[in-house]
């Protein structure tokens, strides 16, 4: 089994274990029609434990950019060399992005141009570059300057036709905005009417990888015991919460809107749940429960794409039956291996948990011949 580097935090890697396999299990139940309420969005606003994990995520994406560029800045290596990797990267996975999307038509004229890879993608390239050439401090003024602006333009510029301060999915400001300039490129699952990675919330998004940034540089910190690590990224938690439950009055938590209030609440439980990580394994080294979520966290983009892509194909599979019809490979998976014995709920969640499985095994596999395929 491969060893993690000493330079590497285990934490991190169970972090985004843990979240890219909450990731994979909300996106593949067995029916949409029949699942249970934590592994659903919030209607619109409000949150439940399934709108914590793209936050989770781009969180870590924060964390992880000081904690790889970081030796790489303090030994010299020239900056133009930094950036063309970062390029390189972003456009990789934003690629990626737009494989998931089209995959297997490929329909250039309506295929999406946002999506969870797209959104990673540009916020991991904006805030690479705020980490490279500024301070700390200038980080964190600037994702401040970003949530409020966000939060002035969403509340006191209507929409055109609509009212000030309309936060609606149809009437607010960022839905119209995604309207007119990705057009037939929008997120169809919004029917058209809004895009939940769309342009303008992204600045809601870079603001949550950014507070990621300035958690990975307090992680880095020399002069700091790792105790007094646990307790900064702690207390700084309980203050982002309490500024997000207080912002929510004005501007409420919003995972699609990705409101100012949503990055301070989202970005509150991140800081308490890598806290919570980093003490129990790096400092007390209890680790034996982590090795399925090290597996998954090393090769998390590779689950991603990997599970995104066998799922749209395990719909497009298509079996005939004995009326004449014919029926996805996934839709018959579900109907006679899960559905046949167990209550809808019960089959859908069961569905969701055998993928996970497979994907245990088939990222064991990687993990086991020392394989992380780096982007």
């Known amino acids: 089994m491969p060893e993690q580097s000493s330079n590497r935090l285990v934490s991190l890697d169970v972090f985004r274990g843990m979240t890219v396999a909450g990731m994979v299990l909300v996106n593949n ?43 790489r800045v303090e030994r010299g290596d020239q900056r133009r060399d930094l950036l063309t990797k970062i390029v390189y990267r972003s456009v990789v996975i934003f690629l990626l992005g737009e ?10 004229s ?33 994702a401040v300057v970003l949530l409020v602006s966000y939060c002035l333009v969403m509340k006191y510029v209507p929409a055109p036709g609509f009212y000030v301060g309309d936060l609606s999915r149809e009437g607010n400001l960022a839905a119209y905005l995604d309207r ?48 007094e690590k646990v307790a900064h990224l702690f207390i700084a938690g309980i203050v982002c919460l309490i500024i997000g439950w207080i912002w929510n009055a004005w501007f409420p938590i919003n995972k699609a809107l990705w409101t100012s209030s949503y990055v301070f609440f989202t970005g509150g439980l991140a800081l308490q749940f890598l806290a919570l990580c980093y003490w129990l394994i790096d400092i007390k080294g209890y680790k034996a429960w982590t090795k399925p979520f090290i597996i998954f966290g090393v090769n998390a983009i ?57 994907w245990l095994f088939l990222m064991w596999l990687l993990y086991r011949k020392r394989i992380i395929i780096k982007i």
């Open 110 to 142: 309506t295929i999406r141009l946002t999506g969870v890879l797209q959104r990673i993608a540009i916020c991991y390239f904006l805030a690479s570059v705020i980490y490279l050439t500024t301070r700390p401090r200038t980080t964190a003024i600037i």
């Open 302 to 358: 590779v689950l991603f794409v990997g599970t995104g892509l066998m799922g749209r194909t395990l719909t497009l599979i298509k079996l005939s039956r004995p009326d004449g019809t014919r029926q996805g490979l996934q839709t018959y998976i579900y109907s006679h291996a899960f559905a046949s014995w167990l209550s809808p709920v019960h089959a859908s969640l069961a569905f969701a948990i055998t993928f996970l499985l497979l």
């Open 180 to 227: 007119r300039v990705l057009g037939s490129h929008i997120w169809k699952g919004g029917n058209h009417i809004y895009d939940p990675e769309g342009i303008l919330s992204t600045l809601g998004a870079l603001a949550t990888t950014l507070l990621g940034v300035l958690t990975g540089n307090r992680l880095r910190c020399k002069d700091r015991s790792p105790i």
């Open 99 to 108: 494989l998931l999307a089209g995959f297997p038509y490929f329909n250039l």
């Open 29 to 71: 139940p067995g029916t949409w029609t029949t699942i249970y309420w934590p592994l659903q969005h919030a209607e619109w606003h409000g949150w439940t434990p399934t709108d914590l994990i793209f936050p989770f995520f781009l969180f870590i994406v924060g964390v992880a950019i000081p904690l790889a560029l970081g030796k």
